[in-house]
């Protein structure tokens, strides 16, 4: 079970006045349609401070839950009323693979048996039947009841599951997709049976037309056979692309350590459960082994594979001040670790939640499926019984009436309808996963495909954000430097982090700290109020430093000033120059996104010369520079203005408005915690390629959505009124009805090479 806010031990804890309601994941079993998840949707939401969504394509349920009275016993009742299983979603550990559900596998295993019993009896039962029909002359006393005994097996055992979930939904007033089959395989097995009984053999056929549309008259046991055949085949393939698809999630949250060397202040190592890993606690990482959580190295040095988190094959050294994260392995060096982030609070832990998130996340177009298939079947039988009987009064025939009928049932799917949207966002979320890319929902999807402008960050996201020190300015370069990394030494930037790392030793303890977005920060070292970033916090640029300050922004460096009050005003007393690289990936990353039709924009609250540099060097033409967190939205509100559709990429802490108000955010995964919050992507991948990667994957998902409701909306839409009309044979409308959802499910396994 995954849960926040108190859900544990499979239970949803009591929400205190003002606490975040409860997150409940469940496992949903039994559903057949979408008219299944729907009705469960409903019956849950009827619960008091409940708000559930139900993903029939990931058989799952997300349930929201602010009630004090509402528990996971509870939700697991609810739904088990409703004729379906249903249980907390097992969180996946290290060690497993993803077959070690025993009763997934106990129950592929049953319908591959049920699915290989059906196909081989339904071949002869179909030899049989058409040869019985096509060429009287070949006819032998009894053979009607040869053709029922090979069938028997299949319209009932084979078939037993699906006349259970039907019987069980009929028992509570509900109907499904196994209510559509299940009539039709009993409708055509009785009549078939009553014609067997009354010793009536099937007229010869006409024509070869006619024996397409009606292939042996009174006896349906073929096409009673083949429906099972075609609906099992269906279910097998359907479930094995489903389990596949969903092997991903199932992949990163095995990612997680078991246990754990934590080191105790003694230097003893002590094996735990990663459960007891606190924050702050140091553990050791050896060669071969899982980082067990989130944290900073703060002795050795190894090599880091990141490959199963974010797809880079490339594996990350990192030394002591580095951070690591939780689900990665050593594989050169032994490592300590002191923890910052443990246990649902890791960014391992929020990478599962994302992709669960985007897949109980429902487009408009989805919930309108849900709405349909509410009402789709009880319509369906309706319609097949206005069918028989318009075909009755127009011939006089009930054998000839039953035909269409029959086809009316057994050609309707709501399946496909039901698989359109969420299948495509089953299989994208697993490809993204793979490759370090974390769609959060649907919106993603509906703006991806207008995008036309992509606004990118400087530091941190076209550079590689790790900042170092090149020269230090001023009459007294170590005050200056010592002063100002007690100051920064509050912040969490990639500046701060290097004028920081760069003193070592030499940092005092700040007082008063006062961040100060998109211009620098503030705090008193030694009882004098010292404040660090752009000069204008503190006053003009001292001739003695103009020079040299003017040398190294005309390098592309970024020079920042600190400042403090000397006796004679505050002032700029020295500066801190520092560099920072391009990542290698950023010009191939621009040069794909223009090769997309893209418009690439640089924007920054660096100066115009460092942001000039990186322009030149990664391919940007368009740079907008010196841009305060409020310059940034108001950048954004112009582009959109004149048309643009917007999206930007970034990934810190002044830039998360940015990305809330762009049409599309895209984040670092390794930067603030607000960019991740407010961006609509989560790239986790240290690659910028990943970027029009996303919006490909994105704009490729939403296209498959597209095609996977235009051929199940047209399927029915054409397919019913065939069968209506008398033109459709039963048999083919089964096999037509089968294909509806597997052409669903191939189509948005395409995704997967993506």
Do not use: Q
């Amino acid at each position: 079970m995954t849960a926040t806010s108190g859900a544990t031990s499979g239970t949803v804890s009591t929400p205190t006045s003002g606490a975040a309601p409860a997150v409940v994941d469940l496992e949903v079993g039994g559903m057949s349609c979408a008219a299944c998840a729907a009705r469960i949707e409903r019956r849950l939401n009827k619960l008091d401070g409940v708000e559930a969504t139900v993903d029939y394509a990931g058989e799952g349920a997300r349930v929201v839950v602010s009630s004090p009275e509402v528990t996971t016993a509870t939700l697991v009742d609810t739904v088990g009323r409703l004729g379906y299983t249903a249980r907390p979603a097992r969180a996946a550990e290290a060690g497993d693979t993803a077959t070690d559900d025993p009763a997934e596998d106990a129950e592929l295993r049953d319908l591959w048996r049920r699915l290989v019993v059906a196909a081989a009896l339904f071949v002869p039962v179909a030899d049989l039947a058409l040869a019985m029909t096509a060429v009287p002359s070949l006819r032998f006393p009894g053979w009607a009841w040869v053709l029922a005994a090979l069938a028997a097996p299949v319209v009932v055992w084979s078939a037993w599951p699906l006349h259970r979930r039907a019987l069980a939904g009929l028992r509570r007033g509900t109907t499904s997709m196994d209510t559509l089959v299940s009539l039709g395989i009993v409708a055509a097995s009785v009549w078939s049976l009553g014609a067997v009984l009354r010793g009536a053999p099937p007229a010869p056929a006409e024509s070869t037309w006619e024996l397409l549309l009606h292939p042996t008259g009174p006896v349906y046991l073929e096409v009673a056979a083949g429906v099972t055949t075609f609906v099992l085949a269906g279910r097998y393939v359907e479930r094995r692309a489903r389990r596949a698809s969903g092997d991903a999630l199932a992949a990163l949250a095995r990612l997680a350590a078991r246990d754990v060397a934590v080191l105790d202040e003694d230097g003893t190592e002590r094996r735990v459960p990663v459960a007891e890993l606190g924050v702050g606690a140091r553990f050791v990482v050896r060669p071969g082994e899982k980082v067990a959580a989130d944290g900073r190295v703060v002795a050795g040095r190894s090599a880091v594979d990141r490959s199963m988190l974010t797809g880079e094959p490339v594996p990350e050294d990192v030394g002591v001040g580095d951070r690591v994260v939780g689900g990665t392995v050593a594989t050169s060096g032994r490592l300590v670790v002191e923890a910052t982030a443990v246990g649902e609070a890791t960014a391992l832990a929020g990478m599962v939640r994302l992709v669960r998130d985007a897949r109980a996340d429902k487009a408009d177009v989805a919930r309108l499926v849900d709405r349909i298939a509410a009402w789709f079947v009880p319509a369906v039988v309706g319609l097949a019984v206005l069918t028989g009987l318009g075909w009755w009064l127009a011939t006089d025939d009930v054998a000839r009436a039953f035909s269409p009928a029959l086809a009316v049932l057994v050609i309707a799917c709501p399946c496909a309808l039901g698989l359109a949207t969420p299948m495509a966002m089953v299989v994208a979320s697993g490809r993204g996963a793979r490759r370090g890319i974390f769609l959060k929902g649907h919106h993603a999807l509906e703006t991806s495909r207008r995008v036309d402008t992509v606004v990118l960050d400087k530091t941190g996201t076209l550079t590689t954000g790790r900042m170092a020190v090149v020269a230090v300015l001023g009459s007294a370069p170590d005050i200056v430097l010592e002063r100002a990394a007690a100051v920064e030494r509050g912040s969490e930037h990639a500046i701060a982090g290097a004028i920081v790392a760069h003193a070592a030793g030499a940092v005092g303890e700040p007082e008063d700290f006062e961040a100060l977005p998109g211009l620098g920060a503030r705090a008193r070292v030694d009882g004098v109020s010292v404040t660090v970033g752009r000069p204008d916090l503190v006053g003009a640029v001292p001739a003695s430093l103009s020079s040299d300050w003017a040398a190294a922004e005309a390098a592309g460096h970024t020079v920042v000033a600190v400042g403090w009050d000397a006796g004679d005003g505050a002032a700029v007393r020295g500066a801190v120059v520092l560099a920072d690289e391009v990542k290698p990936s950023a010009a191939p990353a621009v040069a794909a996104l223009r090769a997309a039709g893209l418009h690439p924009v640089l924007l920054t609250g660096d100066h115009e010369r460092a942001a000039r540099t990186v322009a030149d060097a990664v391919g940007i033409d368009d740079v907008v520079a010196g841009v305060l967190p409020e310059g940034k939205l108001a950048l954004l509100a112009e582009r959109r203005a004149a048309g643009a559709v917007v999206a930007m990429v970034g990934d810190g802490v002044n830039d998360g408005p940015a990305l809330a108000a762009a049409d599309l955010g895209l984040a670092v995964g390794s930067g603030a915690d607000v960019a991740l919050d407010a961006a609509d992507v989560i790239l986790v991948r240290d690659d910028l390629t990943a970027v029009p990667e996303a919006l490909a994957l994105a704009r490729a998902t939403h296209r498959t959505i597209r095609v996977n409701l235009g051929w199940a909306f047209g399927y029915n839409v054409a397919a019913i009124p065939l069968a209506v009309a008398g033109l459709l044979n039963p048999l083919l409308a089964g096999l037509a009805m089968a294909l509806s959802s597997l052409l669903v499910v191939s189509s948005s396994l395409r995704l997967r090479g993506k």
